[in-house]
Nanobody, 119 residues
Framework: QVQLVESGGGLVQAGGSLRLSCAAS????????MGWYRQAPGKQRELVAT???????NYGDSVKGRFTMSRDNAKNTVYLQMNSLKPEDTAVYYC?????????????WGQGTQVTVSS
């Protein structure tokens, strides 16, 4: 199985920046896609950013132009650079890994890290 360890969350003022990291266990055979999701109280979990094994990236409309996802394959780690933060970005941010084998998708989630943006 894939274990994901997240870090980098915290409290920041509006307009500030944070960088989240997600380290995956190195015992896996492969990871086909990675993603960042967030969930605010009383709201559904929403897509923030995804990145395929080939390097293709997609971003949610609410973060387009402000957030950037990247990866370091040697470290089995993905990052989320968050700039120009707004109070509406306050949420628990989750990292997800998708492992595809024999036509089946297996999804793994991190524990989440709290991001709070003050006005």
């Amino acid at each position: 199985q894939v274990q994901l360890v997240e870090s980098g969350g915290g409290l920041v003022q509006a307009g500030g920046s944070l960088r989240l990291s997600c380290a995956a266990s190195r015992s896996i055979f492969s990871i086909n896609a990675m993603g960042w999701y967030r969930q605010a109280p009383g709201k559904q979990r929403e897509l923030v950013a995804t990145m395929t094994a080939g390097g293709s990236r997609n971003y949610g409309d609410s973060v387009k132009g402000r957030f950037t996802m990247s990866r370091d394959n040697a470290k089995n780690t993905v990052y989320l650079q968050m700039n120009s933060l707004k109070p509406e970005d306050t949420a628990v941010y989750y990292c997800k890994a998708r492992h595809t084998v024999a036509g089946n998708n297996y999804d793994y989630w991190g524990q989440g890290t709290q991001v709070t943006v003050s006005s």
